[in-house]
């Protein structure tokens, strides 16, 4: 098994970044690929970015990508999400996502098997 641990929401306001974190513990070498998600209220969740730590390959979801950047420290078992320009539409709980190598070019939930119990990020205006 392998536990994930968000941390880094909270109030921003509109305009200004932040920058999540997601530690990975327990059987990380099933973490090979990690990521984020978020689900704002009354939505699907949504990807956001993935990563492999060892190699730092990325792959990001076109809609947002100008204001995100994903990063990773292998020896940390440690992914990071950062989020600039944010609006109040970033609104959201940000999850973070865990599976496979394959799991890489996913966009689908169903395809990373270890989640996060989120971290809630609000924008103001």
């Known amino acids: 098994q392998v536990q994930l641990k968000e941390s880094g929401g909270g109030l921003v306001q509109a305009g200004n970044s932040l920058t999540l974190a997601c530690a990975a513990s327990?059987?990380?070498?099933?973490?090979?690929?990690m990521g984020w998600f978020r689900q704002a209220p009354g939505k699907e969740r949504e990807f956001l970015a993935t990563?492999?730590?060892?190699?730092?390959?990325?792959h990001y979801a076109d809609s947002i990508k100008a204001r995100i950047t994903i990063s990773g420290d292998n020896a940390k078992d440690t992914v990071y999400l950062q989020l600039s320009s944010l609006k109040p539409e970033d609104t959201a709980i940000y999850y973070c996502?865990?599976?496979?190598?394959?799991?890489?070019?996913?966009?689908?939930?169903?395809?990373?098997?270890?989640w996060g119990q989120g971290t809630q990020v609000t924008v103001s205006s």
């Open positions: 990563t492999i730590l060892h190699n730092e390959y990325v």
């Open positions: 327990g059987r990380t070498s099933d973490a090979a690929t």
């Open positions: 996502a865990a599976g496979p190598y394959n799991s890489i070019f996913s966009r689908s939930v169903d395809d990373f098997p270890y």
